[in-house]
């Protein structure tokens, strides 16, 4: 069996499972924020329930429009508060302790290979890149599971992505996403099982995989997952997670697709407005005028992410009619950009540091755009209106590319600057 239904037989205690089956199977994590958690502990307290199944696996975290947007923003933070503190959960994650959810779950150490993960966050698929089924749901089916432990799903068809070749310098796996969802497209992966094998697979980092899992929502996938391999294992290890490596095996049902990708061949991507399967390599972007730049998010907030937009704006700054904002995803990434300088290197620019939170990726606040004004970002969605004004227009890159577009003012290769 492919990987993903290897891990969904053995939650279901089943020999096999062939694709299109439907099963009930048990969870180990549930997953919610300050945005879906209120619907959810809403229809969770219809059913009846006074207690979750076990308050160890289930996870809150106030993320999106946190620190408080506004007066909305904080009565459901509130609400997700009292409902977490009741229940007594382990694993509750608010105010000077918050995340950005993604970011933060792997380096708590609250993911495992082999693990199921379900969240009411359709980018919860990010945690495959550790090897385990995760994928998204809607905030009733996590009502469901946090009362139960249970949830149901259809088993997915799989798609093999084989990876060879090294990336170049300023490629990463920012820019492998970008070009498997422009040659995909926004639904050619839908409720399929992506899972990713082959010898480059060792040439993507962790991190890198990280934000390749986070985003196979962006071409309909269920799933997306990368073997436990050494480099896995120890990015675990740190995260005080010990695991056994676990890698993809051939699929005795065949894959329905297979994608081959020569890591060497692939320049940084840019998604150019208003879908991210709008991926053109950056020497074919337009070179539009822009009023902002945002990196950070659940799918570009990590150490690694900011550790590369330091290497480019080191010694630079930023153009003078644009606005820079860092984001950095978690606490843990905060503090260590602090102490290995990086924060210099930003304010040294003309950035701005922001703390952890979701914010300009949905149009929540820290960033919104204004009517007409154009941003590069390493967010996941440039939608028609996703992080402002519905005329304002979002192109989605990785941090090099964010960081030199930065300081010219326009998308830039980092190359060029370098």
């Known amino acids: 069996m492919s990987q993903t239904r290897k891990i969904l037989a053995q939650h279901a205690g089943r020999e096999t499972l062939e ?5 009930e199977i048990p969870v180990d994590l549930v997953l919610a924020n300050d945005i879906t958690a209120p619907l959810a502990i809403e229809e969770f307290g219809k059913l009846g329930r006074k207690s979750v199944f076990d308050r160890d696996k289930v996870v ?4 999106h429009f946190t620190p408080n947007r506004d007066i909305a923003s904080a009565d459901q933070c509130a609400y997700v508060r009292q409902f977490a503190l009741k229940q007594k959960l382990s694993h509750f994650y608010d105010g000077g302790n918050v995340g950005i959810e993604h970011v933060l779950l792997p380096e708590e150490g609250l993911i495992e290979p082999g693990m199921v993960v379900v969240g009411a966050d359709s980018h919860t698929c990010t ?3 550790l090897g385990c089924f995760s994928t998204g749901m809607g905030s009733t089916d996590i009502a469901a599971a946090m009362a139960t432990g249970k949830t149901w799903l259809k088993v997915p068809e799989a798609v093999l992505v084989k990876l060879t070749g090294r ?7 920012k820019d492998l996403i970008l070009h498997l969802i422009g040659l995909l497209g926004v639904d050619g992966a839908t409720y399929r099982s992506l899972e990713f094998d082959g010898p480059g697979v060792t040439n993507v980092s962790v991190e ?3 934000t390749v899992a986070n985003m196979v929502i962006e071409a309909g996938a269920k799933n997306g997952i990368f073997p436990a391999d050494n480099l896995a294992i120890l990015y675990l290890a740190a995260a005080g997670v010990k695991a056994t ?3 993809i095996e051939p699929d005795q049902y065949g894959y329905v697709d297979q994608i081959d990708i020569d890591l060497s061949s692939l320049e940084p991507q840019v998604a150019l407005p208003s879908l991210p399967s709008n991926a053109v390599a950056v020497t074919r972007a337009p070179h539009v005028k822009l009023d902002q730049v945002v990196i950070g998010s659940c799918t570009n907030g990590r150490l690694e992410d900011l550790r590369l937009a330091a290497e480019v704006l080191r010694g630079k700054r930023v153009a003078p009619e644009v606005r820079l904002i860092i984001i950095p995803g978690s606490r843990k990434v905060y503090r260590k950009s602090m102490e290995e300088g990086l924060f210099d290197i930003f304010l040294d620019a003309g950035a701005i540091i922001s703390p952890p939170t979701c914010g300009p990726c949905l149009g929540g606040h820290m960033g919104v755009l204004a009517a007409g004004e154009k941003a590069i970002s390493t967010t996941n969605r440039n939608f028609v209106g996703r992080m402002g004004h519905r005329t304002s227009e979002v192109y989605l890159s990785n941090p090099a590319v964010a960081a030199a577009s930065a300081v010219t003012g326009t998308i830039t290769d980092p190359g060029e600057i370098i």
């Open 208 to 210: 890198g995989r990280l």
């Open 19 to 23: 694709p299109g089956e439907f099963i």
């Open 60 to 63: 809150m975290v106030l993320d």
């Open 167 to 173: 990336p170049h310098r300023w490629v990463g796996g």
């Open 245 to 247: 490596a676990s890698g």
């Open 127 to 129: 945690y495959g890149a």
